[in-house]
């Protein structure tokens, strides 16, 4: 054993003194070791595949996992919004699944994590070993919080059921394991029995609207609960949703003199799986407003996004209402494939990425989509502008088929504003995104014309020579021209989510991949479009 030992240790002195030597070496030598040069973007002509960052901060979206149906209110208390989610992973467990998460804002655009608030089942077997979309309300009189959710569990006699959790704190929450509330018991069903909603009505009372159908069949329903204290609650009857379509995740609320309910309807086609709304002078008359016929608000039967949109509930802080959904992820081999793969013929992707806009009211009640007012202030570096590639172009005005101006790559955040105005009624023109000047695909928000001009409606198209064309079930909804021709735009990029407002009555929300290092440009497809104030700024 000495001797072996003794042996060794004048090659293990050698390494150690070659080793203290070579590093004495490299510290006296004056070379410095540098990286390979950065890629120069702005002399490339080439289409970049960029990756998205792990976590979005103005469209929300964890580092992990995504953002499922927002659950959001206004804590009164603490002076915030507060907004919980359906905390959605690839792999999640086959019971276990969906906790509530949550963030917290006081603008709509800036977030802070506060982690966990409801954790799903303790094990296979309970009631609510999965979580199911629901609402959270502060009772100042009592100084609780309530959270009423769906507890869900295909394995139970009912797969869903409504049921509650208190806390004192917004941290530390309580189940009330005594209490749930069964659909069969009331003539609904056991398998949809889900997504209920709080607020007082214009009878002083607590209403709670569950997405539900009856346990004999047929269409489904809305069912209507009142409470006078928030935990014993009558059933006060069902109104209608549309037709046979499933109409999940009901918001009501009163803004001036008018109520509304907006929902998503659930059908998986084309036309389908899209926010709407329905408004009334009262709430007798709003359940009524689903009746046949149907009493549509304007003139697109309520709708206000594009299918990139999905899940809205609303909040408001006393002087502004917000409403947050996700933005589906999309699936594909490369930023083409995903681009293209919106769900046509059935449903695009569950969850994504946190959406908030501004509910703007109109003065005829109708109500809008706009812009967060706080984005622009967030978005504040302006950006050098650059035009690398043009035709048809000249002084602000783009002529002749085929025209575009086409400007310098994108960050992963950006704001695109700018002032469009066509010179006829039936001037098309698109803002393309994921552009170069060798991109034998990329993507297009044109602002098409309908009803031989006298309309407008946002397309989504995978324009270049390899292009597809118009991409179904991804685009917007027909407005009106405006009178004067003129389109005020705002776009709103983080990452690969993407917001286009147009005027105040024009929102569209779609993912687009690839944004970020590619170029962008305006583009007309025949007449004549002036571009004015075009900005882009960065955070």
Not at 33 to 51: C, H, L, M
Not at 252 to 265: A, N, R
Not at 491 to 507: A, G, K, L, P, R
Request: hydrophobic residues 35%; glycine residues 10%.
């Amino acid at each position: 054993m000495n001797t072996l030992i003794i042996n060794k240790l004048p090659n293990t002195m050698t390494v150690m003194s070659l080793c203290l030597a070579a590093i004495a070496l490299f510290s006296c030598s004056d070379d410095k070791i540098v990286g390979d040069p950065a890629k120069d973007w702005s002399s490339s002509e080439e289409r970049y595949t960029p990756v998205d960052e792990n976590a979005f901060l103005t469209y929300f979206k964890p580092a992990l996992g995504r953002v499922g149906d927002p659950m959001p209110f206004y804590d009164q208390k603490a002076g915030n919004f507060k907004v919980m989610y359906l905390q959605d992973y690839d792999d999640n467990a086959k019971y276990c699944f969906h906790p509530y998460w949550g963030v917290q804002t006081t603008d709509g655009c800036n977030y802070q994590s506060i982690g966990e608030v409801l954790a799903v089942g303790s094990n296979d077997y309970q009631q609510d070993a999965a979580l199911g979309t629901g609402c959270c309300y502060y009772n100042e009189s009592e100084g609780l919080y309530y959270i009423y959710y769906t507890g869900e569990n295909p394995d139970c006699k009912d797969r869903q059921v409504v049921m509650r959790a208190t806390s004192t704190d917004f941290k530390t929450w309580t189940r009330d394991n005594l209490w749930q509330l069964h659909g069969p018991d009331y003539g609904y069903s056991g398998w949809d029995f889900r997504d209920p909603q709080i607020f007082v009505a214009d009878d002083g009372l607590y209403h709670m609207v569950i997405s539900t159908a009856p346990s004999y069949g047929g269409d489904p329903k809305f069912a209507d609960f009142k409470s006078a204290d928030m935990k014993n609650w009558e059933h006060v009857g069902q109104f209608n949703m549309v037709w046979e379509r499933m109409c999940e995740c009901p918001d009501v609320f009163k803004m001036g003199d008018w109520w509304y309910l907006v929902f998503s309807e659930g059908q998986a086609v084309n036309w389908s799986r899209k926010m709407k709304y329905v408004k009334a002078k009262s709430w007798e008359e709003l359940k009524a407003c689903l009746n046949d016929p149907k009493v549509w608000p304007d003139y697109k039967e309520g709708v206000l996004d594009s299918r990139g949109f999905y899940a809205g509930k609303t909040a408001s802080n006393g002087t502004d209402r917000y409403i947050w959904g996700w933005c589906p992820y999309r699936s594909g081999a490369d930023i083409d494939a995903k681009n293209v793969n919106v769900g046509a013929g059935g449903e695009p992707n569950w969850g994504g990425a946190l959406v908030c806009h501004k509910i703007i009211q109109h003065e005829d009640g109708t109500i809008s989509l706009g812009e967060v007012p706080a984005m622009a202030a967030k978005y504040n570096k302006q950006q050098n502008l650059q035009v690398v590639a043009s035709n048809g172009y000249d002084n602000s005005r783009l002529t002749g088929e085929g025209a575009y101006v086409m400007f310098n790559r994108l960050g992963y955040h950006n704001h695109i504003s700018m002032t469009v105005k066509t010179e006829g009624d039936a001037d098309r023109f698109g803002i393309s995104l994921v552009r170069s000047a060798n991109a034998k695909k990329y993507y297009t928000m044109m602002v098409n014309p309908e009803a031989g001009g006298a309309k407008r409606k946002v397309n989504f198209e995978q324009e270049g020579e390899e292009g597809k064309g118009f991409i179904e079930a991804i685009d917007g909804y027909e407005v009106p021209r405006p009178e004067d021709n003129t389109y005020q735009i705002d776009i709103y990029t983080d990452n690969s989510v993407c917001v286009m407002y147009i005027n105040d009555n024009v929102c569209y929300t779609n993912r687009i991949y690839g944004i970020q290092n590619n170029n962008w440009s305006i583009n007309s497809y025949g007449g004549a479009v002036t571009v004015s104030n075009v900005k882009v700024t960065q955070y």
